[in-house]
């Protein structure tokens, strides 16, 4: 059964920097998201810390935090049906390699870590990391 969700949205600083986010936000659009927020920012280290905790005992947890925190990014509350699993289908795997045709991290993914987009996994998440964001 379909449910109507919000679902967390980062353009990170790969994509942000070669002015790739009106072209991302556009196939959001297309694929019948709605952007209900955005800003664009840039966030500290101390914030990628928090904000990836989860990730905290990972050995790729550093270099997500400096890379998160390296420039702007465009943080989105995207919203429709099924917003948090038709997001990740969208995004494609982590690895732009791995990804299939036609998602944004094979388009415009440049590794692993520079793969251009974060979207929220599971429910739970998508409401802690809209809280980060767009809670003051």
Not at 105 to 116: H, M, T, Y
């Amino acid at each position: 059964m379909s449910k109507y969700e919000q679902t967390l949205s980062i353009i990170k600083p790969d994509a942000v920097e070669r002015n790739l986010s009106d072209e991302i936000k556009q196939i959001f659009i297309l694929k019948g998201f709605k952007i209900a927020e955005e800003k664009k920012l840039k966030i500290t280290k101390n914030e990628a810390e928090k904000f990836y905790q989860v990730h905290q005992t990972k050995p790729f947890y550093n270099d997500l935090c400096n890379y998160l925190s390296s420039g702007p990014i465009v943080a989105m509350i995207l919203e429709k049906e099924n917003a948090i699993i038709d997001n990740r289908n969208i995004m494609g795997a982590t690895n732009p390699k791995d990804a299939a045709e036609g998602t944004i991290r094979k388009k415009f993914g440049l590794s692993i870590d520079k793969n251009s987009v974060h979207g929220s996994d599971s429910a739970e998440n998508a409401k802690i990391e809209i809280d980060f964001f767009f809670k003051n």
